[in-house]
């Protein structure tokens, strides 16, 4: 450990002094906070560290295992690349935010047990939404509070099923559970939210493309990462993570298929990536857990290098919608490159995808999952078209926009570069990221049968991207927005809620205009037969009145005394 | 080749034309895709195969299925679109009333 801080609390820490330092200084001590993380991790030992005891539970900020560290190296790596793609940008709410960001993401990771990795668990969510704020859009502001929202949400129901394991066992360790209890539903349901589960996953589609152009780097490599390790630590083997993890690698895809922002489709397609690495944790054989992990490594750095490549044409053209761009090879070249090394490093041979990818779909194979492996394989050939050639198709080919823009900054130049270095690196030297990973891995990925069937499966779908292109059946880009489950609590909740409101506010006002009738009709009633016009009244009887009162009064002593 | 006629050359603003501005290249790069996939089918027999499953080491199983796949994904996509697609501000009419109500 770094200064005998724990991972990730030197980058939260190291954020507050941001605003203390000038221009220059200020972003050379971004790179090095997490280049000084990464070098304190390769030498630290395993175990457990900074233990202390809080009202009789054990609290344990640091836990270095096999598991963790592979997230931890990734996480430290994913901040160097991302700080250095933002380098040009001055924003020191940006600055601080993506910085702290990453460090409650590294932290979260090397939490032992659920407090501390709840309290990560919400500086991630407080952080990161300043990096979607920090576009200063109306869409941005209310995409950010939808966020914000959800995320604390899935922080409150860890905290919630926390709080009812410690009362449960009397640990608060987090380790493997087993689901069964309204505890482990409860923190499975917020691990499934930053996971983004069916019906649990708007948030990242609404809220990803709102953030900056450089934020959204950032954001792609944390929080889902994150809960994918959560999971891998504490669902390990949950069969129902299986169909889940199926249904999420499939179902995105026809999202990312129509959707225009080519952000949006970025992150919809992240989210069927979730699908592979979940399914992995679902199984959870040495070998699928060492596919989720090695997916998720993989997976961080070729996301990031599309989101940077998105994020530097939406910084020079001010958009990324697939109909209004095009042809932007022209004028833009390395980040036409950088990105089409991206899209190959989804799933080519020789990329690091390939080298990810291919263990969870071998451990699925081998349980025999016929209709997973199948639904996977699918995902596979769907990604690549979607998030690999479409997004490189849309908006560096395809139709000319005719507009020119200059090449991207040489520091998103030089933070895509090195990402491509290192996707190509470990495509190519598989041994290395394996090495990395939580299990003994004897995996041979490049066979020859792998190698043809991955190329079969590419350049075939290729093929059915070109075959819809010339025949002019692929989806039309049309700048829309395309209905997906948030409408529920963006215009159906809301609805019902005005039209409860407009209902209860009639009817509360039908029911006093009721009463006041039936008051009024009373009291026109007594005054029409007591009044002083009233049929009553006519004989006018005072006296007979006072010899009444007198008479009750008299019977009330009587029944009082006897 | 009729797309190499020199009238159909897109002059694209006034800029000179790029390679994939000629019609008959990204023909080119059609037909290499095309070609690339007839390979892999022709290499089929002189492989050992390890099927995970028994089916998928019938013929070129992994070619047609991610023909298929890409296909099967564009036009069930289509369909969708046709159905799930709103105009741009269909949220922020919502929210504008919201605000209204607050």
Not at chain 1, 208 to 226: D, I, M
Not at chain 1, 292 to 303: P, R, V
Not at chain 1, 348 to 368: D, N, Q, R
Not at chain 1, 447 to 470: G, S
Request: aromatic fraction near 14%; hydrophobic fraction near 50%.
């Amino acid at each position: 450990m770094f200064f005998e801080l724990p991972p990730g609390l030197l980058l939260i820490l190291g954020a507050l002094f941001l605003p203390l330092l000038p221009g220059t200084w200020r972003k050379a001590y971004m790179a090095f906070l997490p280049l000084a993380g990464l070098w304190a991790l390769i030498g630290a030992e395993q175990g457990l560290f900074c233990t202390f005891t809080l009202f009789t539970y054990e609290i344990t900020p640091v836990r270095i295992d096999g598991l963790s560290v592979v997230f931890g190296y990734i996480f430290h790596i994913a901040a160097l690349l991302s700080v250095i793609f933002a380098w040009h940008n001055d924003d020191i709410v940006e600055q601080m935010a993506g910085l702290s960001y990453a460090g409650a993401g590294i932290g979260a990771v090397f939490a032992g047990d659920l407090i501390t990795l709840f309290i990560y668990w919400e500086a991630m969510a407080i952080t990161s939404v300043f990096l979607i704020w920090a576009r200063r859009t109306d869409s941005a502001y209310r995409a950010g509070m939808r966020y914000l929202i959800i995320q604390v949400g899935s922080g409150v129901l860890l905290l919630s099923g926390a709080i009812l394991i410690a009362h449960q066992t009397g640990s608060i360790a987090f380790d493997k559970m087993t689901l069964g209890t309204l505890a482990t539903w409860l923190i499975l349901i917020a691990f499934g939210i930053k996971c983004a589960f069916p019906f649990l996953h708007n948030w990242l589609p609404d809220a990803y493309p709102e953030a900056t152009a450089t934020g959204t780097v950032f954001l792609s490599a944390f929080t889902t990462k994150c809960a994918v390790y959560a999971l891998a630590r504490g669902f390990p083997g949950t069969e129902l993570l299986i169909y889940v993890g199926a249904a999420m690698a499939v179902f995105p895809l026809f999202y990312a298929m129509i959707e225009n922002d080519l952000r949006r489709v970025l992150a919809y397609s992240l989210n069927n990536q979730l699908g592979f690495m979940v399914v992995g944790v679902g199984i959870g054989s040495a070998l699928a857990i060492n596919g989720a992990a090695a997916h998720a490594f993989a997976h961080i750095l070729y996301k990031t290098l599309l989101f940077m490549a998105m994020g530097a044409v939406l910084y020079r053209a001010g958009t990324v919608r697939a109909s209004e761009l095009g042809g932007l090879y022209k004028s833009m070249p390395l980040t036409t490159i950088f990105c089409i090394i991206g899209a190959a490093s989804i799933s080519t041979p020789l990329f690091a995808g390939y080298v990810g990818k291919s263990l969870t779909i071998s451990a699925v194979a081998k349980g025999s999952h016929e209709i997973v492996w199948l639904a996977l394989i699918f995902a596979s050939a769907g990604v690549f078209l979607v998030s690999g050639i479409k997004v490189v198709y849309f908006a560096f080919f395809g139709t000319d926009s005719g507009k020119r823009f200059n090449e991207a900054p040489p520091n998103m130049l030089i933070g895509m570069g090195l990402t491509t270095l290192l996707c190509i690196a470990i495509g190519v030297y598989s041994t290395w990221l394996y090495n990395l990973l939580p299990h003994d891995v004897d995996y041979q990925p490049y066979t020859i049968d792998h190698i043809v069937n991955q190329l079969q499966l590419l350049l075939f779908t290729a093929l059915a991207f070109a075959v819809l292109i010339r025949f002019k059946l692929y989806p039309p880009t049309i700048s829309s927005i395309n209905l997906d489950f948030d409408i529920t609590y963006r215009k159906w909740l809301p609805a019902i809620y005005n039209l409860g409101i407009r209902f209860t506010g009639e009817g509360w006002k039908s029911i006093l205009r009721d009463l006041r009738k039936g008051v009024q009709h009373l009291v026109a009633y007594m005054f029409r037969h007591h009044g002083p016009e009233g049929i009553l009244a006519r004989t006018w009887p005072t006296g007979s009145m006072a010899l009444w009162v007198a008479f009750l009064l008299g019977g009330i002593l009587l029944i009082y005394y006897s | 080749m009729k797309d190499s006629d020199p009238s159909t050359t897109p002059k694209l603003h006034g800029k000179a034309a790029h390679w994939f501005d000629y019609r008959r290249n990204v023909d080119k790069v059609y037909w290499s895709i095309v070609g690339m996939c007839a390979v892999l089918m022709v290499v089929e027999p002189f492989y050992h195969k390890h099927p995970y499953l028994g089916f998928d080491g019938n013929f070129g199983f992994y070619g047609w299925y991610g023909f298929l796949a890409g296909i099967v994904l564009a036009l069930v996509g289509r369909q969708m679109g046709n159905v799930l697609a709103r105009s741009d501000d269909f949220y922020s009419d919502a929210a504008g009333k919201g605000e209204d109500h607050g």
